[in-house]
């Protein structure tokens, strides 16, 4: 990881930034001194964790009403 100094940082912020979208993350410094650290954020849409299971579990046809008895007993209610 590299350091960029401040003033060097605002005159090439749009490269600096799209370097680390690529992932070359980078340290802001004033006079030497670390100042911040500058990182791409993982919003990446091929992350989605959505249905990664597919196939590997069964979920009954009446999940959503498993132990719905007890519950509604919890609450005083009746089924």
Not at 8 to 18: G, I, M, W
Not at 43 to 55: E, K, P, V
């Amino acid at each position: 990881m590299h350091t960029v100094e401040i003033e060097e940082a605002e005159k090439q912020l749009s490269n600096l930034v799209d370097k680390a979208v690529k992932g070359e993350s980078f340290v802001i410094a004033k006079d030497g001194k670390p100042l911040v650290k500058v990182e791409a954020l993982h919003t990446d849409s091929s992350l989605r964790r959505i249905g990664f299971l597919a196939g590997e579990i069964a979920v009954p046809d009446d999940f959503d009403r498993m132990g719905e008895k007890e519950i509604a007993g919890l609450f005083g209610a009746e089924v």
